[in-house]
C-alpha cells in the first residue's frame, strides 16, 4: 500500500465513513470509493480540503504534486554533498540540478505552487 492510499483511507476513517467524507469535500460517496478502491489516491481536486479539514498532510496524500521541499538549500555544501532532495527523498541518486527543480519557487515546485501559494497575486514572471 502507498503512503497516499494509506493517507486516504486514514482520512476516511477520520471522517468515519466514505460517506462522511464525501458530504464534507463536496463529492459523491461513490466518487470517495472509486478513489479509495480503483485510484488508490485522492483527486487533486479535494487534497487541501482534506489536509485542512482532517490533518492529513498533502505531502502524503499526493506526494506526486506536493513534494516535500529539500533539506538544504541549493548552493548549500550538504545539498550537493549528500544528494538529498529531503524528506520525500526516495533513495535514488539526485543531482544539484535535481534539487533546483524541486527547491521552492523555481522549476517544477514553482509550476506546482503558483497556482495555489496566493491566488489574489500574479505569479512572477
Known amino acids: ?5 494509506q493517507s486516504l483511507k486514514d482520512a476516511v476513517s477520520k471522517a468515519g465513513s466514505n460517506s462522511a467524507l464525501a458530504s464534507a469535500i463536496g463529492c459523491s460517496a461513490t466518487a470517495v470509493w472509486q478513489m479509495v478502491n ?4 485522492l483527486s487533486v481536486d479535494y487534497v487541501l480540503t482534506v489536509e485542512k479539514l482532517y490533518g492529513s498532510s498533502r505531502h502524503n496524500l499526493r506526494p506526486d504534486i506536493y513534494p516535500r521541499e529539500p533539506l538544504f538549500p541549493v548552493g548549500h555544501p550538504r545539498a550537493a554533498a549528500s544528494g538529498s532532495l529531503g524528506h520525500g527523498d526516495t533513495g535514488g541518486s539526485a543531482s544539484v540540478k ?5 527547491s521552492p519557487g523555481t522549476g517544477i515546485a ?7 501559494c496566493n491566488p489574489e497575486k500574479p505569479p512572477d514572471d
Open 38 to 41: 480503483k485510484a488508490q489516491r
Open 98 to 102: 535535481d534539487a533546483r527543480l524541486l
Open 1 to 5: 500500500m502507498t503512503l497516499a492510499h
Open 110 to 116: 514553482r509550476a506546482i505552487e503558483a497556482p495555489f
